[in-house]
């Protein structure tokens, strides 16, 4: 079962789409297999993080500013390279085993969508299998 879902963004943050991917999984009726998320933009990502205290998507997105600052010197004409780096950086899926008919994640574990280049109208697929 594959599944769109779109998303309106702000200009940079993290939303936690773990209850969409379970909507997903619950309605394709699968008990074992595997979930992808998947993402088809190129300055914004999926990732699997703690979804117990905002302050951890806080620090991330500190983090990844850090790492990934905005420099005059990028040549790229829309002026949004930091974006491309940090999705670049955390990635475009993530997968997660299914069994029993739930999300093997971790007690702690949320999956989200990240925004580094909003606000946008954003697409994210889930496919369950």
Not at 3 to 14: H, I, P, V, W
Not at 45 to 60: K, Q, R
Not at 91 to 109: E, K
Request: aromatic fraction near 10%; charged fraction near 20%.
């Amino acid at each position: 079962m594959l599944k769109e879902y779109k998303l309106s963004t702000e200009r940079q943050n993290f939303y936690n789409v773990t209850s969409y991917v379970r909507e997903t999984l619950a309605e394709s009726g699968i008990k074992d297999g595997i979930c992808t998320v998947f993402c088809p933009h190129t300055t914004a990502g999926i990732t699997i993080n703690e979804n117990a205290d905002p302050d951890v998507v806080h620090d991330m997105l500190l983090g990844l500013d850090r790492a990934f600052p905005d420099r005059p010197a990028f040549r790229h004409i829309e002026g949004n390279s930091s974006a491309h780096l940090k999705a670049s950086c955390v990635g475009s899926s993530a997968s997660v085993i299914i069994r029993n008919g739930q999300l093997l994640l971790g007690t702690w574990q949320g999956i989200y969508f990240c925004e580094f280049d909003g606000p946008r109208t954003r697409k994210f697929y889930v496919k369950v299998m």
